[in-house]
């Protein structure tokens, strides 16, 4: 048994400035909700936070094709229209628009999640979250899926240089198919995906007769759920089968993929997990004091999104957080309850849930001012300060 748990936590507040487009169900702002959630339950008082290195391309190629890298490092909105062949070719376009920052975000999210890898591989933390991380869709010569750049297979590429065998978790309602693809021919990875399958369902793989191939035959654990399951059915499935998978394959490191998109009322999700339900997943992935890299992924509904990976920070650092929301920047989202847990029956929205026009158009201006806001925030008080001043450690990371 550890005596207590080392924590580092990694963010950096342009990555929830980016914005993908009108309409667009990915809005990156949770990022920002859920930071200030962490802060407003004062959280960041029990972890080490970290400002994550943007990624150079080399790094980003340790996975993916150069070619697709250099392209993604040079296409703005105002150059896309010259390159049609190429924005088919990476699979850029409705799902995975090109945006201002595109590059700089894939740089910022993947940097948390090879920067948690490197201070778990130097032991110097037990778990490492980055909720701006676990974009598990991207593939090595394409986007997909909202996700460019795969942060998952190059934190598990990291890990593997300290541990014979790495063990994936993936809770995202959607199969994590770039993570099981990459590593689907090595018994090295161990990649066990609870999803959303049939119905033609995003992205249409994770059948449960995908088991791996050659040395990776029967390292790819898939488990097709369909919709409405709930918690009591989830996390039975659940610990079953991770609880024989780490007895079975004794993994030196877990990577938990932590997508909230397996939330009742989710936009885009068709599950009925309540908070405290995901969240007994990653309490149960604690338990076995391996060491553990923790990421976000998808998640649509944004103020329940914010509110799982606060409760879920919580639970890694053994934190029961109370009900009721404390005030913070973006308390306004959390009307009228202002509550961390939500009533069950508000969970599930109606049917014409999902709107014709965009959020964030409603007010352009106010959008505006709020990520200017956001940029002032994250430098004015980020609380790089006494014992958790590590800002000026990142090099050695």
Request: charged share 25%.
């Amino acid at each position: 048994m550890r005596s207590k748990d080392r924590i580092s936590y990694f963010y950096d507040g342009d990555v929830g400035s980016v914005y993908f487009g009108p309409n667009h169900p990915m809005k990156p702002h949770r990022l920002c909700m859920t930071h200030h959630l962490v802060l407003s339950y004062k959280l960041h008082q029990k972890m080490e936070i970290y400002r994550p290195h943007k990624a150079y391309p080399v790094e980003l190629a340790q996975f993916h094709s150069a070619d697709y890298v250099d392209f993604l490092h040079r296409i703005t909105p105002d150059t896309q229209h010259m390159f049609s062949d190429e924005l088919v070719k990476y699979n850029l376009g409705e799902d995975c628009p090109v945006f201002e920052n595109l590059f700089e975000f894939c740089q910022i999210y993947a940097g948390g999640t090879i920067d948690a890898a490197c201070r778990l591989n130097n032991q110097l933390c037990d778990i490492a979250i980055n909720w701006a991380g676990g974009l598990h869709h991207a593939k090595k010569c394409e986007a997909s899926g909202f996700c460019y750049i795969n942060d998952l297979v190059l934190g598990i590429l990291e890990l593997l240089k300290h541990h014979a065998r790495v063990l994936y978790i993936d809770i995202d309602v959607h199969h994590g198919d770039g993570v099981e693809e990459a590593f689907y021919f090595t018994d090295r990875v161990m990649t066990v995906s609870f999803h959303k399958y049939g119905d033609m369902f995003f992205p249409g793989t994770g059948d449960v007769k995908e088991t791996g191939e050659r040395e990776g035959k029967y390292y790819a654990i898939n488990v097709p759920l369909k919709d409405g399951i709930d918690d009591t059915s989830f996390t039975r499935l659940f610990k079953s089968i991770i609880s024989k998978v780490v007895e079975t394959y004794v993994p030196g490191v877990i990577v938990l993929q932590c997508g909230a998109d397996s939330l009742a009322g989710d936009r885009l999700g068709c599950f009925n997990l309540s908070i405290d339900g995901h969240a007994e997943c990653v309490r149960f992935v604690k338990k076995f004091n391996l060491p553990l890299l923790v990421t976000g992924g998808g998640g649509y509904t944004k103020e329940n999104v914010a509110r799982c990976w606060a409760v879920e920070t919580g639970v890694l650092l053994d934190t029961e957080l109370p009900n009721e929301i404390p005030d913070n920047e973006y308390i306004k989202y959390f009307s009228p309850e202002y509550s961390l847990r939500i009533p069950s029956g508000h969970i599930v929205p109606p049917d014409f849930y999902i709107p014709d026009f965009d959020e964030d158009e409603q007010n352009p201006d106010e959008r505006m001012d709020q990520h200017t806001q956001d940029k002032q925030i994250q430098r004015d008080d980020e609380y790089y300060e006494g014992d958790h001043d590590n800002d000026q450690n990142m090099e050695d990371v």
